[in-house]
């Protein structure tokens, strides 16, 4: 297996109600949202929103659709400028910070990726090196190992060789998660990295991001699955209409009361049988007639 030493780059980063609940740490946050305004065009999507993201945890954003979960993922990630407020890595406005910088920090998967024609595992993931490359220092033996590593973690090594659009849905997001480990960043971010994979893929994803941070990476990441989110997050951000309602544990933020105020869903919280967290079990109004 050979890896390219030119490549152009693809952008997992850019260039340029009732209040939430305070988040309170022992350290400051190393990424943070402060009264954010975010929106597109006249239309205001996020309004005075305020988020510190737990170090070393898995933080999940959920919430119905349209209310603003993948608008916030993008201003955390640097592909999109608030309109009001700001977002601070490690205490600096990242919007002011230098975009290569910024890549060597954070890493982001956005919704649907595209590759380009063709391409193959190892070129794709080779790409994440992009923002360590410049004039006085080329591709080397240490960027090939970082690369190797990161197709080994996500367990893409084997189809280094294959072209990214023959590959399954699984496999394809783990080769685009490959691409951002391979920037080397302690935080990653990914915006609905389970949508359109079956539920065996979807957990063989979350599998690996469990894993991830177990080796000490800090994950953001918008899920759809509530029992996916409560069963695999530290920490669960509901959001509502641009706002935050709630964030802390899943077993203290999916209430049924929160259900029915934020998706308008009437369920059951019961403990999850295989982990010490919570299920959510709907209540439909054909079968749930006794309850």
């Known amino acids: 297996m050979s890896f390219p030493h030119e490549n152009a780059p693809l952008a997992l980063h850019a260039s340029?109600?009732?209040?939430?609940?305070?988040?309170?740490?022992?350290?400051?946050?190393?990424?943070?949202?402060?009264?954010?305004?975010?929106?597109?065009?006249?239309?205001?999507?996020?309004?005075?929103?305020?988020?510190?993201?737990?170090?070393?945890?898995?933080?999940?954003?959920?919430g119905p659709n349209g209310c603003g979960k993948s608008t916030l993922l993008r201003a955390l990630g640097r592909l999109l400028r608030p309109r009001g407020g700001e977002v601070l890595l490690d205490g600096q406005r990242i919007d002011k910070l230098p975009t290569r910088e910024v890549a060597r920090v954070l890493g982001m998967l956005p919704q649907s990726p595209v590759a380009p024609e063709g391409i193959t595992v190892a070129d794709l993931v080779t790409r994440g090196r992009h923002p360590h490359q410049a004039w006085f220092r080329q591709w080397s033996r240490d960027d090939e190992a970082v690369v190797a590593l990161a197709m080994e973690e996500t367990g893409v090594l084997d189809l280094a060789d294959r072209?990214?659009?023959?590959?399954?849905?699984?496999?394809?997001?783990?080769?685009?998660i490959a691409m951002a480990l391979a920037q080397g960043t302690d935080l990653l971010l990914l915006d609905e990295a389970t949508t359109?994979?079956?539920?065996?893929?979807?957990?063989?994803?979350?599998?690996?991001?469990?894993?991830?941070?177990?080796?000490?990476?800090?994950v953001v990441m918008v899920l759809h699955d509530l029992n996916l989110a409560a069963r695999y997050a530290d920490h669960l951000?509901?959001?509502?209409a641009g706002r935050i309602v709630a964030?802390?544990?899943?077993?203290?933020?999916?209430?049924?009361q929160l259900l029915a105020d934020v998706f308008g869903l009437q369920a059951v919280v019961l403990p999850d049988p295989v982990s010490d967290g919570v299920l959510v079990v709907p209540v439909g109004s054909r079968r749930g007639a006794g309850l």
């Open 247 to 256: 964030a802390g544990p899943p077993r203290e933020v999916l209430t049924p």
């Open 196 to 218: 359109h994979l079956d539920l065996a893929h979807a957990v063989d994803v979350l599998d690996l991001v469990d894993r991830l941070n177990d080796r000490g990476r800090t």
């Open 16 to 62: 340029a109600g009732t209040p939430a609940p305070t988040l309170t740490q022992a350290a400051p946050a190393r990424l943070v949202a402060r009264v954010v305004t975010l929106g597109y065009g006249d239309r205001v999507v996020v309004d005075g929103l305020d988020l510190a993201v737990p170090d070393g945890a898995v933080t999940a954003v959920i």
């Open 237 to 240: 951000v509901a959001m509502r």
């Open 163 to 176: 072209p990214v659009d023959a590959l399954s849905g699984g496999q394809r997001q783990r080769a685009w």
